[in-house]
C-alpha cells in the first residue's frame, strides 16, 4: 500500500499475557519509528530503526518491551507481561533518513494508524 | 523542563478568526521543526515545516525565532474543520527520532 500499514488496529488483552504488533512501512522509507499515545497524552517516543538496526532505543520504557524490524522494511513491538499501564495506542511511522544539514524541510516522517493496546 | 512545551488550550474560537499558537523548545541544538494536525482517535499528519526565514501555507503561517527558541502558528479565517489539535514537533541535530510536543487544542465554533 502507499501509507504505513499498522496490525491489528484494536487488540484487548489479559495482563500477563504477551502481544506482537506489526508495521509495515512506506516503500523504500529507511527509517521506522515506534511512538506511544496514552488517552490525551502527547506522543511518547519508544524506539528508531535505520534499516535493520535501532541506534536509538532509548524510549522503551522497561525489558519487557523489545522490537525488531527484518529486512529493512516489517517491524515487530512486542510487549511481554503486559500491563494496564501498557494500555495505549502505539503508532508505528516511517521516513527518509533525516540529511544533517540546515534543511528547511527535510523529510517528514508518516505515521500508521495506529494499533489500539486495551489492557484488561 | 519538556523539550517541547505547548500551551494545551483548549482554543476557542469563532469561524473566521484568527489564532495564533506558541510553542517552546529547550535544545539549542533543535535543527528542524514541523507542525502535525491530530484529529480525534487519528494519527498526526503533517501540517507543514517550519523554515528559518518563515513560511505561509493558504491561511497558514509558521515562524522560527531560533534567539528565543519559539515556534508559532498563526491560523487566518478559521474553519470548523480547523479543529483539531496542533503539535509542535522538532528534531535535534545528529539525532533522527521526532520530538513532540503534547499539542494545543483548538475547536472552532460556528
Known amino acids: 500500500g502507499a501509507g504505513v500499514s499498522q496490525s491489528p488496529s484494536n487488540k484487548v488483552t489479559e495482563k500477563g499475557k504477551d502481544v506482537e504488533l506489526r508495521c509495515d512501512p512506506i516503500?523504500?522509507?529507511?527509517?521506522l519509528y515506534w511512538y506511544r499515545q496514552s488517552l490525551g497524552q502527547g506522543l511518547e517516543f519508544l524506539i528508531y530503526f535505520q534499516g535493520n538496526s535501532a541506534p536509538d532505543k532509548s524510549g522503551l520504557p522497561s525489558d519487557r518491551f523489545s522490537a525488531e524490524r527484518t529486512g529493512g522494511s516489517v517491524s515487530t513491538l512486542t510487549i511481554q507481561r503486559t500491563q494496564q499501564e501498557d494500555s495505549a495506542v502505539y503508532l508505528c511511522?516511517?521516513?527518509?533518513?533525516?540529511?544533517?544539514?540546515?534543511?528547511?524541510?527535510?523529510?517528514?516522517?508518516?505515521f500508521g494508524e495506529g494499533s489500539w493496546l486495551t489492557v484488561v | 523542563r519538556k523539550e517541547v512545551e505547548q500551551d494545551p488550550g483548549p482554543f476557542n474560537v469563532p469561524e473566521g478568526a484568527t489564532v495564533a499558537f506558541n510553542c517552546t523548545y529547550s535544545n539549542s541544538a533543535s535543527q528542524s521543526f514541523f507542525w502535525y494536525r491530530q484529529d480525534c482517535r487519528k494519527e498526526p499528519k503533517l501540517l507543514m515545516s517550519?523554515?528559518?526565514s518563515g513560511n505561509e501555507d493558504g491561511r497558514f503561517t509558521a515562524q522560527l525565532n531560533r534567539a528565543s527558541q519559539y515556534i508559532s502558528l498563526l491560523i487566518r479565517d478559521s474553519k470548523l474543520s480547523d479543529s483539531a489539535t496542533y503539535l509542535c514537533v522538532v528534531r535535534v541535530t545528529g539525532f533522527q527520532k521526532l520530538v513532540f510536543g503534547t499539542g494545543t487544542r483548538l475547536l472552532v465554533s460556528p
Open positions: 517550519v523554515y528559518s
Open positions: 511511522a516511517s521516513s527518509f533518513t533525516f540529511i544533517n544539514r540546515d534543511t528547511t524541510s527535510g523529510n517528514t516522517i508518516y
Open positions: 516503500s523504500g522509507h529507511t527509517a
